[in-house]
């Protein structure tokens, strides 16, 4: 439980019958709250790959993307996917009259994100200018997991259209 920034960035080269250029950022926040034993945990990830070939594209929907949507509901070549979780460890949870609860972690998160497919010609940043908020789509859900979250129950629901069914998942 740190304050704390995780940065990432990564660009492949790929070549001969694989030809292709991809290009990943991402940015994580660990921020502790002042009422104890709870953070917010913000994320965002922008990816682009110059390919169309299935491998290589990305899918959103599903655990650790989307996580009130299907499960590779959206696929595509250019990507932008933002989270955030407010976690409350176990031990915040004392008082809750369940024996054992106090060994779990309560999680709130939302999550939203958008993606594109883009020809193959096109260059690795040329996309994302066609980027509009109403193209992102949003989710919200609450988890409950083990500590280190080597264990973890999703259930979420997509915010766009409310005959949608809850998504659990593991």
């Given at each position: 439980?740190?304050?704390?920034?995780?940065?990432?960035?990564?660009?492949?080269?790929?070549?001969?019958?694989?030809?292709?250029?991809?290009?990943?950022?991402?940015?994580?926040?660990?921020?502790?709250?002042v009422f104890g034993n709870q953070a917010f945990i913000v994320s965002a990830r922008?990816?682009?790959?110059?390919?169309?070939?299935?491998?290589?594209?990305?899918?959103?929907?599903?655990?650790?993307?989307?996580?009130?949507?299907?499960?590779?509901?959206?696929?595509?070549?250019?990507?932008?996917?933002?989270?955030?979780?407010?976690?409350?460890?176990?031990?915040?949870?004392?008082?809750?009259?369940?024996?054992?609860?106090?060994?779990?972690?309560?999680?709130?998160?939302?999550?939203?994100?958008?993606?594109?497919?883009?020809?193959?010609?096109?260059h690795l940043l040329a996309g994302f200018g066609s980027l509009s908020l109403r193209d992102f789509k949003t989710d919200a859900g609450v988890?409950?997991?083990?500590?280190?979250?080597?264990?973890?129950?999703?259930?979420?629901?997509?915010?766009?259209?409310?005959?949608?069914?809850?998504?659990?998942?593991?």
């Open positions: 439980f740190r304050n704390s920034w995780v940065l990432s960035g990564s660009y492949r080269r790929a070549f001969r019958e694989f030809d292709h250029n991809a290009l990943a950022l991402s940015a994580t926040r660990f921020q502790k709250t922008i990816t682009s790959v110059e390919s169309t070939a299935e491998q290589f594209l990305y899918d959103l929907g599903g655990v650790g993307t989307l996580r009130g949507f299907e499960i590779k509901e959206f696929t595509g070549n250019r990507m932008v996917l933002l989270t955030a979780d407010y976690l409350f460890r176990g031990d915040v949870l004392n008082h809750v009259p369940i024996r054992g609860f106090d060994l779990v972690n309560l999680i709130l998160f939302a999550d939203t994100g958008w993606l594109t497919a883009r020809p193959r010609s096109g988890s409950i997991a083990l500590p280190r979250q080597i264990l973890r129950f999703d259930v979420a629901r997509r915010l766009d259209r409310k005959e949608d069914p809850w998504v659990l998942s593991a």
